[in-house]
């Protein structure tokens, strides 16, 4: 499976963005995915997953309330949407396939992942 990640950008605080991952192939729908991000400096980091199905999702405490993932398989797509941007969400955004249809935030749990979409939040 390969996965493209767009989306990214600069925006102000407060303002909201909209990532996409698109997969390569149906089976796509199969899978779980979650979003990683990486600042400068800093190790990765877990954001958000999404079930085979959509029907769990699960956030990191930072985004909660903020961010909302979900995926629309007839598309091979999954999508974070991020409202009310911090500047301490500034990083590198990755999307990342399972192998299975339900999965956590240990990045061990991804096989597939996608480059990076750069998003920065100003202040």
């Known amino acids: 499976v390969q996965l493209q990640a767009s989306g990214g950008g600069l925006v102000q605080a407060g303002g909201s963005l909209r990532l996409s991952c698109a997969a390569s192939?149906?089976?796509?729908?199969?899978?779980?995915v979650a979003w990683f991000r990486q600042a400068p400096g800093k190790e990765r980091e877990f954001v958000a997953t999404?079930?085979?199905?959509?029907?769990?999702?699960y956030y990191t405490n930072s985004v909660k309330g903020r961010f909302a993932i979900s995926r629309d398989n007839a598309k091979n797509t999954v999508y974070l949407q991020m409202n009310i941007l911090k500047p301490e969400d500034t990083a590198g955004y990755y999307c990342?396939?399972?192998?299975?249809?339900?999965?956590?935030?240990?990045?061990?749990?991804?096989?597939?992942w996608g480059q990076g979409t750069l998003v920065t939040v100003s202040s």
């Open positions: 990342a396939a399972a192998r299975k249809a339900v999965a956590g935030a240990g990045p061990d749990e991804y096989r597939y």
């Open positions: 999404i079930s085979w199905n959509g029907g769990s999702t």
């Open positions: 192939r149906r089976t796509f729908s199969n899978n779980a």
